[in-house]
């Protein structure tokens, strides 16, 4: 096939869906217009106060069965949609190939973690140091006083005033 054929082929064809698209245009502005005369019928004001009333109660009443009927449909769509989703979540455990979900890594405390699990029941704090028993290091003095310089002991007991330190260190 040569390109000039090839080229007109490709022309006609372009004509021929461009057509199709000016039909059904036109098609969905008629189905749009016969919608609006069902629907809608024409407005036509009346003359005295009462009659506006009367006319913007209802038109009001209109207004609130519509958004009845939309409030509805969302809700019957949102339930489908959760449906579909349990649906696709039994459909591949039953084919066994399960994607893990890539996970955000968040940083939180034990105490915030649990809060978050159990809600306000949480009372108990997660301060793990906190419940740990306290222990003090006893360090050995007569180990250290032993190890010294003899000569110095002597010298710190000779007298009074060593004798006296004596008795106050035992007692």
């Not at 007109?8 to 039909?23: N, R």
């Not at 360090?139 to 005033?161: L, P």
Request: glycine share 4%; hydrophobic share 35%; aromatic share 4%.
């Amino acid at each position: 096939m040569t390109s000039s054929r090839r080229h007109h082929l490709k022309s006609l064809m372009l004509q021929i869906a461009q057509g199709f698209l000016e039909a059904e245009a036109a098609e969905a502005e008629e189905e749009k217009q016969r919608y609006m005369d069902e629907n809608c019928p024409s407005l036509s004001l009346p003359g005295t106060m009462q009659d506006l009333q009367d006319l913007c109660r209802k038109l009001h009443q209109q207004i609130d069965l519509a958004d009845e009927q939309r409030y509805d449909m969302e809700s019957k769509v949102a339930k489908s949609n959760k449906e579909i989703d349990d649906l696709k979540l039994k459909v591949q455990d039953l084919k066994g190939k399960f994607k893990k979900p890539v996970l955000k890594k968040v940083r939180m405390s034990a105490d915030a973690m649990l809060q978050a699990l159990l809600g306000s029941k949480h009372k108990v704090s997660m301060d793990l140091r906190a419940n740990l028993k306290q222990v003090k290091k006893e360090t050995k003095e007569e180990e250290k006083e032993s190890v010294g310089d003899w000569r110095k002991n002597i010298e710190d007991k000779a007298g009074m005033d060593g004798r006296k330190k004596m008795f106050e260190s035992e007692a």
